[in-house]
């Protein structure tokens, strides 16, 4: 069982993941996390990405897919993965196709709260009323994420792989149904 669960910065995908993660026994891979760690080890890549992170922007596709491949090759993670902050683009997409592809795998269910992104990016906007740099990088990633997300979604659409979850739901309410269509086809 391999899963994708979309959502943009701040909409709680971490949290609905971490849920996920506990109940199924799965290995939650945030690439944002995995950048984040590797700012903090002062690693080389961690030099180099800082600054692309620190607008907003999106890290390189080639970084970011040599960072989760470590994990797709490795037997320990073999069909247990969440997919958290990965794709954000459709070259990432089909490159996650690919790399599930050479080591045997797929994904199973991809889980996207549609209502929740025009919503939260709606309350953001009223609550953020302060202007300081967080915020403007906040927007940005919002933005980044729009701009990037719609073809991902579209080639999901098109394997049918993609789960619209209920966007007026609650973070618990949000990861039940999403229990639910793992164990229906967990069988
Ligand atoms: P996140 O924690 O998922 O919101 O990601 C924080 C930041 O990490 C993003 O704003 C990007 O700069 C970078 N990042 C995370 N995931 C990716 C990805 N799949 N591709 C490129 N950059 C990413």
Do not use: C, H, W
Request: hydrophobic share 35%; net charge positive; charged share 30%.
């Amino acid at each position: 069982m391999n899963i994708v669960i979309f959502g943009p910065p701040g909409a709680g995908k971490g949290t609905q993941s971490n849920l996920i993660v506990k109940k199924f026994k799965l290995y939650q891979l945030s690439t944002g996390e995995l950048l984040r760690q590797e700012i903090k080890d002062k690693t080389n890549l961690g030099d180099q990405i800082s600054s692309t992170m620190s607008t907003g922007n999106l890290v390189s596709d080639q970084i970011v897919g040599d960072l989760i491949e470590k994990y797709i090759s490795n037997k320990i993670y073999k069909n247990r993965l969440i997919f958290d902050g990965y794709p954000r683009n459709l070259a990432q997409a089909k490159n996650l196709e690919n790399l599930l592809e050479k080591y045997d795998q797929k994904i199973d269910i991809v889980s996207v709260n549609l209502e929740t992104i025009k919503k939260r990016i709606l309350e953001r906007k009223i609550l953020e009323k302060r202007s300081d740099d967080n915020e403007e990088i906040a927007i940005k990633r919002f933005e980044t994420y729009e701009n990037n997300i719609k073809p991902v979604i579209d080639f999901y659409k098109q394997s049918k792989l993609l789960k619209v979850v209920n966007g007026e739901a609650t973070i618990s309410e949000i990861s039940d149904e999403i229990s639910g269509l793992i164990e229906s086809i967990k069988g």
